[in-house]
DNA sequence: ACAGTTTCCCGTAAATGC
DNA sequence: TGCATTTACGGGAAACTG
């Protein structure tokens, strides 16, 4: 059961990297007379700088000018693809950084403008057009930020060019938020995020509630406050998750076996009347792009118990790719080993059913060397009993796998007499 | 015991890498009678073409001229430390790339010369010194060749600008060569090469031999020719272990824990008559920057049985640390977990004794989680026989681990009128 | 002192050149 | 085509800077 998830219109980064190359393609929609010369576009990085100072200043650093030429795929149109553009800082140095410390350096909107002159019986007539806002970053450790500043953009204007809206962001319904994030899951790994898994993120940015539709998230409460007690914000847990998904749990997670984002209460009313060594598995709260498996045994007088293994990070998937470590962990109690305790993937498919195409057999045979394998393993004393939180209260439901309502959401794109992309 | 190994100049890298920044310092060693202006002192790269056409020229891509000032620590001497320099390629679009594919780039020498013109009482007087060879790289993987390159011209040559050296490289005695080898690992790890682990080296290029003093080799067979039977020179493989040592084995290797250099003749005589369990460490000799285990067991008609286990490369080590494989190391017959069957690292030092002070604790206690851990492990099957090669015949001597023999050698610098450096 | 931001540069992968 | 070399840039860490 594969879910529908085709974007309409592939997001493009929007974000660019000082001292990384990006290109951009103008197309002139219009047809003009003939133009028997040449027409050149010049391509400029924040060329009306906006109305409130902005903290920094950037430009193209390398060749900004290109002649247009007819692309034969698009009926003969007039385009201009600029590559190998590449923007540094310019560093002021008497001039006050404006802005007074109030937007980040992913708050910040910049444009790219495009501009193109000809004469036409003596009449001469300016071309000009600019892209949506861009985010500026200087290290690949601001993506997150990034992305989160074009997602609220998008999400929340359709203005072509509001470089102030940071200055006071607008709050989304969760209705709005949830569509998008389920997007950005689409979009970056090839499946959203069905309704009880919203569900859950809805609870942890509102709490409990019957639903969650009427409730609206400030921009801050999205990606600038922090969790309570935790050391980051909503965004920043996510994309995190995000991250470990595309880099170590793509084929898993696109086969729909990480339930992922379920509450401990809820994983507890789900593995409850299960078989003993029925697992789930799930992101990790606490810490950021973790992810572990929680499985039910029951205790001689028949009480269910639940154990979570310590959340598997994107260093320890490197070494270990995730369905190899559900193929082999064990739990070793008072130095034996028995078998793996994890027997089935909720609600009942047998684990090798579920991961078996995607271990990896790592089994080197190098003459003459015995091969060698990690083993994820956990370690137990039965004399110390096995810590296990309280008993959580129930929650509303149980989860309908099955159910998933996804609509990928449109992003406007601002053209006037061009159109353009940025890759 | 710790072994001598300090360096009385350590050796200054002579290899830049384009686009990384470097710098270097000059000092002028005459004291000049009063001069009332500022003196500046210019660094040029390549000034003098050398005669043989270069494959490749480069050029100072920052500012190459700067001021000398007195240096209060060195008695008031006139000195100029040029800082953030960095190369670039000159890219030589019509002009034939001479050199004739003769050299690889690692084996292109280049240069750095510095100047300064000043009057005095009338004359006009040029100072003008520079550097001793330099090589020139654009990656980091070019790295091991260009430190041959160093080693080589260093071992070989008290010319202080001998551009061509490459063009017909003399040969090295193994005396001086066993001795450079020695004293890059002292430089690089701490710890330097013994008889036995020199005289393993020495068996690798000349084939066993009462002694290898007598042998010479040449730079092709030091450095670009491939070991027989093997994809890599003799120095891409000792580099390689130099580098595994550098970021994984460093407290081990500086322990005197590594015989690591021991073919596995002398490995099987040195554990045969050993206790049960009893291992050494040994790099691996078939792939690139590998360590192994082999330890010794007894059948059951008292038959000693060596076995190794599959090479641990940087990926699998930055998983898990050698100390805690060795720790945790298990084999697994049939499914059953027998204990760790490392008990002795030669000749009778208990395991725990020699490495526990390097073992990680890394069990992380994370309420309300299990922690786990990675185990490195090997499956046997006890109806399949270990595969072990035939027993090979015995070699001269044991080794003599305590004795150990390292000069280090003088690295020739070439100063007339100044005396500079290059970090 | 410190947090936010940028710079630096290794190491892998991809692109380029010969 | 294959090999040698360079370029590209993610990612961790250090340096910078108000």
């Known amino acids: ?73 698009s009926n003969g149109c007039l385009t201009v693809d600029f590559r190998h553009l590449q923007l540094k800082e310019k560093k002021v140095i008497n001039g006050t950084k404006g802005n007074e410390g109030l937007l980040s350096v992913t708050e910040e909107l910049h444009t790219l403008s495009f501009e193109a002159n000809f004469s036409i019986q003596g009449i001469s007539i300016d071309l000009e057009t600019c892209s949506l806002p861009l985010v500026v970053i200087s290290n690949v450790s601001q993506l997150p930020g990034g992305w989160a500043s074009v997602m609220w953009y998008n999400l929340l204007t359709n203005e072509p060019r509001n470089m102030g809206f940071f200055g006071s962001p607008p709050r989304a319904s969760w209705n709005q938020l949830s569509e998008a994030l389920g997007w950005q899951f689409c979009t970056f790994t090839g499946r959203g995020l069905n309704k009880e898994q919203l569900n859950m993120l809805g609870e942890k940015l509102f709490g409990q509630q019957v639903s969650h539709s009427d409730c609206q998230v400030s921009w801050s409460k999205f990606c600038k406050e922090n969790i309570l007690g935790k050391p980051f914000s909503f965004w920043m847990w996510l994309d995190s998750i995000l991250e470990l998904i595309k880099k170590h749990l793509l084929p898993i997670w696109n086969d729909n076996y990480i339930m992922g984002f379920v509450s401990k209460e809820t994983e507890r009313a789900l593995l409850k009347d299960k078989e003993p060594g029925t697992f789930l598995l799930r992101f990790s709260e606490s810490h950021l792009g973790g992810i572990t498996f929680t499985w039910v045994e029951h205790n001689d007088n028949g009480e269910a118990k639940f154990i979570s293994v310590e959340p598997y990070t994107k260093n320890r998937l490197s070494a270990l790719p995730f369905a190899d470590i559900i193929r082999n962990y064990k739990v070793m109690v008072d130095g034996v080993v028995p078998e793996n305790p994890l027997k089935f993937l909720y609600p009942d498919i047998p684990k090798d059913e579920a991961f078996g195409r995607h271990y990896n057999s790592q089994q080197s045979k190098v003459f003459p060397y015995i091969p060698s394998m990690l083993v994820p393993m956990s370690t137990l004393d039965s004399a110390l009993p096995i810590c296990s939180s309280p008993e959580p209260p129930m929650t509303p439901g149980m989860f309908d796998m099955l159910n998933q309502q996804l609509r990928p959401f449109e992003i406007e794109t601002a053209h006037i007499v061009f159109d353009y992309d940025i890759n």
Chains 1, 2 share one sequence.
């Open 1 to 73: 059961e594969k879910q529908p998830c085709m974007p309409t219109h592939p997001q493009k980064p929007l974000i660019i990297k000082t001292g990384v190359q990006f290109s951009t393609k103008v197309r002139l929609l219009v047809k003009l007379p003939e133009v028997d010369y040449q027409l050149k576009m010049k391509t400029t990085f924040d060329k009306d700088l906006p109305a409130g100072r902005v903290n920094r200043q950037f430009f193209i650093l390398t060749n900004n000018m290109k002649v247009m030429d007819f692309e034969e795929s």
